[in-house]
């Protein structure tokens, strides 16, 4: 989130005079950096009292020979930051970014002729947030999260609980809200996650499990790629957001703060798809948990049919399936295939593998 206005961050080249010992110093270095400095005299010129320039030559030395530089001058002479930005102008850019990111937006609604006496910026979103309540979508806390998953594994049928990060949503936008640049551009991480940009059929995959899943967890994030991206993501495959029963996208985190986690997983065969399912295994096991199958590792969205084909014949009650997006594909085809639960449980894997949480309280 960036502002711009008048105030911007002093670039080199608008930067104010040097003054004193050290400051010239900067100015001989800055010079010799840019190829900008003179040859010097043969008679030995120097940075100021008590501080001398050591040079090997008669002459400036070239462009990008470094100097070095001595006495007081060296002692008092500071490094800028990377970019010659110092906190000073960084803290000033945040402040203008946050300027125009609210209180500017203030200003022009308000009639002109009129002063609002001390109401908060935070004061005046919370009362229009009032106003557009009758507009937005309800999501089933973790109870009701915990509830359905519950009583679809004691009844035996499919439940498949998904979740939309800005991985997924990226994915989901090619070329329907984004053109194949943009989507290499702001997705470099998408091949890490499992998708190789463009890969049309991985995001039609993606939008049949989103469209058919029987809980769908979405980002209430307003940055740029979370829900600003998932209203037109969705719209562009023709799925309509209020047809989906929705909860948090992390939900996977919600049940083990609520203390469901365990409840959920005990007393369950548990079959654990994903890169870190060996080691979550171990350690599922060493809480109490019976764990009836591994498939591992995942590789991207080419890897889903041998996955499923693992799993045709593997007993389980719940699946737990840390795969990066495809876990969005390989969730939805456990519960259509196999009649089953499972959740997409996201880097919660990691999480436990890493003993960053206990299962153990």
């Known amino acids: 989130m960036n502002g711009r206005g008048n105030d911007k961050p002093v670039s080199a080249s608008s930067a104010p005079a040097f003054t004193g010992r050290a400051d010239r110093a900067k100015a001989v270095i800055a010079a010799v950096k840019t190829g900008s400095a003179r040859p010097a005299r043969k008679r030995r010129a120097r940075a100021g009292s008590g501080s001398r320039v050591k040079r090997s030559a008669r002459k400036w030395p070239r462009a990008g020979r470094k100097l070095r ?71 089933l806390d973790v109870n009701g999260v915990f509830a359905e998953m519950n009583s679809a594994i004691a009844e035996e049928r499919p439940c498949s609980v998904v979740r939309l990060g800005d991985g997924e949503l990226l994915a989901l936008a090619q070329g329907v809200v984004y053109d194949a640049a943009t989507i290499e551009r702001e997705g470099r991480f ?39 991206l998932l209203y037109p993501a969705l719209r562009g495959h023709g799925i309509d957001p209020g047809s989906l029963r929705m909860t948090v996208s992390t939900i996977n985190y919600s049940l083990y703060q609520a203390g469901l986690l365990m409840p959920l997983l005990r007393g369950r065969r548990l079959l654990l798809i994903g890169n870190a399912a060996p080691q979550l295994a171990r350690v599922l096991t060493d809480a109490g948990c019976a764990i009836s199958g591994v498939i591992s590792p ?16 593997a007993p389980f009650d719940l ?43």
């Open 298 to 313: 995942v590789r991207g969205f080419p890897d889903i049919d041998r996955v499923m084909r693992e799993a045709r014949n």
């Open 319 to 361: 699946a737990l399936v840390s795969a990066g997006i495809p876990a969005v594909v390989i969730c939805w085809r456990i519960a259509a295939e196999r009649g089953k639960t499972a959740l997409d449980f996201g880097h919660m894997a990691d999480t436990i593998v890493k003993g960053e949480i206990s299962l153990l309280h």
């Open 190 to 228: 998408l091949p890490y996650a499992g998708v190789v940009p463009p890969d049309l059929a991985a995001r039609d995959q993606l939008a049949q499990a989103i469209r058919h899943s029987q809980i769908v967890g979405v980002p209430q994030s307003r940055k740029k790629h979370f829900q600003p």
């Open 69 to 139: 530089i001595t006495g007081p001058a060296r002692k008092t002479a500071k490094k800028e930051p990377r970019g010659g930005h110092g906190p000073e102008e960084l803290q000033s850019a945040y402040e203008l970014g946050k300027y125009e990111g609210g209180e500017m937006l203030l200003e022009q609604c308000l009639p002109p002729n009129l002063l609002l006496p001390e109401v908060s910026l935070g004061q005046i979103v919370a009362a229009g947030v009032q106003a557009y309540l009758p507009q937005c979508y309800p999501l």
